[in-house]
């Protein structure tokens, strides 16, 4: 597509239920980030892909996060049984490669209430 | 930390002004980049500027780095109303595979 794409662009879910957050990068790009910002703050890192693989999941803030990409293109991030501090706006960014010279796109973002 | 941080934390001008932002940074990278962003949702590229690189010019944005103090500046001229947005620096560290986003400076342009 002409950018990345998320959706839902919002979400309100009740906390114990799960979630799952859809990225749908520019076709080409090898490289797919997710990234997490609550109100008011940085960019919290969460997982890369590089196509289908992502080589390190330490940025997940607990096991009831998971990611996966499929054919080198979507990515789904999912939050099992959502708390309260799950809520925040997560950003899928993509790019040609990794350690590219030419920035990150990002989508809309996902806005994650849990309530 | 091994976030770029920002500072100001907040930034208000007349239109007209020039804005400066700074980002300061604790390990070596191999190149720093500028984002915008608007109502807390998607971030725009910005700017690049490389570890070999010590000013970059895009219209009326310029980049500065330092790797001697690990820092960079952010100017925008004649800045306008439409400037008004969070101003983040990302930095690509040497040997990591993703940016590290700093906490990012509110920039409020007033007409």
């Known amino acids: 597509g002409a950018g990345v794409s998320q959706s839902p662009s919002n979400k309100v879910t009740e906390k114990g239920k799960d979630v799952e957050l859809r990225c749908d990068p520019i076709s080409g790009h090898t490289a797919l980030y997710w990234y997490r910002q609550s109100l008011g703050q940085g960019l919290e890192f969460l997982i890369y892909f590089q196509g289908n693989s992502a080589p390190d999941k330490s940025g997940l803030p607990s096991d009831r996060f998971s990611a996966e990409r499929t054919g080198g293109s979507v990515s789904t991030l999912t939050i099992q049984r959502t708390q309260q501090e799950d809520s925040a706006v997560y950003l899928c960014?993509?790019?040609?490669?990794?350690?590219?010279?030419?920035?990150?796109?990002f989508g809309s973002g996902t806005r994650l209430t849990v309530v | 930390s091994q976030q770029g941080e920002e500072d100001p934390q907040a930034l208000s001008i007349q239109e007209g002004e020039n804005a400066t932002m700074n980002c300061s940074y604790k390990t070596s990278i191999n190149n720093l980049q500028w984002y915008r962003q608007n109502s807390g949702r998607g971030l725009v590229h910005l700017i690049l500027?490389?570890?070999?690189?010590r000013e970059k010019h895009s219209g009326r944005l310029r980049v500065t780095l330092d790797t001697s103090k690990k820092s960079s500046s952010l100017l925008i001229t004649a800045s306008r109303a439409a400037d008004t947005a969070s101003y983040f620096c990302a930095k690509g560290q040497t040997g990591a595979n993703n940016l590290f986003f700093g906490t990012g400076t509110r920039l409020t342009v007033i007409p």
């Open positions: 960014a993509s790019s040609l490669a990794i350690l590219t010279s030419e920035g990150y796109t």
């Open positions: 500027i490389r570890s070999n690189e």
